[in-house]
């Protein structure tokens, strides 16, 4: 049971629990309904007779007549490249430290900022193959994470209640002892933050909706693929000795888009919702990414292979958590084969 204060200032009882195994299996049953649905009716709808007009008149005014790669629903085979912006809202999680030194904490509901528009900006790019309703994509999305330690990313100076560090609900062990009921979340971390950034590389199937017009194509999909997250984890008070700074492949990412294309004559404009979900696993390895601009995968991931190789265990153990955001992305494509 934790405690919330509500919008008059009352403090409520807020119970936390997992989600019982039924409702789990209910909700998915209902997205696997959903999709099939959304299927059969994309299939079931054309374009309405006056829309087919528009679009060959279109043709025939270009020279030429309906491309024969396109059925009568208005779906075509066509590839592009792309890229995009937005704005993400990270969903509070818990994160859990464990380190030989006889800690093992688990810190409740930590916020994570994602400072968008801040050098490395949030974006993606990503590479999407048509063939008539069905489609898939290989998605790489750079985002940032950064817990609230008074703090932006990579220690920048902020302003209001950012500056101002959280102070979170801890259970469990903080170097052998009994870790308070509350703790300043700079206690335990100098610096906790996925700012080079909270990457994703996700291949995606798509399919097309039905139609709403020759100008607007539905779309919506789903991916399974890898969280690759620049890990910036500094323990209060150790020194650069005791900092990890690196790039790791830390576990599985997911995502779902819903979206809208608009198609013009070079390619696609786009804009789409996106709830993505990373599992992190990360390991405190004291290691450091050697270039300037952070942005050397190449060193990081082969000291991993060869740590990996030798069956090296972490220097200073490992931290834990998940993050679930909410995304609101647009863009446009080049469209490589019509």
């Known amino acids: 049971m934790r405690t919330a204060t509500g919008a008059c200032g009352l403090e409520v009882g807020v119970r936390q629990a997992a989600p019982p195994q039924d409702a789990l299996t209910f909700w998915k049953g209902v997205c696997v309904a959903g999709a099939m649905l959304a299927v059969v009716v994309q299939h079931a709808i054309p ?5 087919m007009q528009a679009m060959g008149d279109a ?8 491309p024969a790669s396109q059925d009568k629903r208005g779906y075509g ?8 912006m937005g704005y993400p809202w990270h969903l509070r999680s818990d994160v859990r430290l464990q380190r030989p030194n006889g800690t093992d904490v688990t810190l409740k509901s930590l916020r994570w900022d994602a400072e968008p ?18 489609g898939g994509m290989i998605d790489f999305l750079h985002d940032k994470a950064i817990a609230r330690t008074g703090r932006g990313a990579h220690g920048a100076k902020v302003v209001g209640e950012r500056a101002i560090p959280d102070v979170v609900e801890a259970q469990g062990t903080i170097k052998g002892a009994q870790a308070p009921s509350s703790i300043k979340l700079t206690d335990v971390f100098e610096r906790l933050e996925f700012s080079h950034g909270h990457n994703m590389l996700l291949p995606t199937a798509l399919v097309r909706l039905a139609n709403v017009s020759a100008f607007v194509r539905p779309y919506a999909g789903f ?3 890898a969280a690759i997250p620049h890990v910036e984890v500094w323990p209060a008070g150790e020194g650069d000795p005791a900092r990890t700074n690196e790039y790791q492949l830390a576990g599985t990412a997911a995502q779902f888009v819903v979206g809208i294309e608009i198609p013009l004559s070079k390619g696609p404009l786009f804009i789409e ?5 990373a599992n992190l696993n990360t390991l405190l390895t004291t290691g450091k990414t050697p270039s300037w601009c952070n942005c050397d995968f190449v060193s990081d ?14 220097l200073l153990g490992s931290l834990q958590t998940t993050i679930a955001t909410h995304q609101v992305v647009a863009g446009a494509g080049y469209r490589t084969r019509p």
């Open 47 to 51: 374009f309405p007779p006056s829309v």
């Open 59 to 66: 043709a025939q005014a270009d020279g030429g007549s309906e």
């Open 77 to 84: 085979r066509e590839a592009f490249v792309g890229g995009y």
């Open 117 to 134: 528009f801040k050098f490395p900006i949030y974006a993606g790019v990503r590479g999407t193959q048509w063939w008539g309703p069905f």
């Open 223 to 225: 991916g399974f693929g």
């Open 273 to 277: 919702y996106k709830f993505t979900y």
């Open 301 to 314: 991931f082969s000291r991993h292979i060869a740590r990996w190789w030798r069956g090296e265990t972490p």
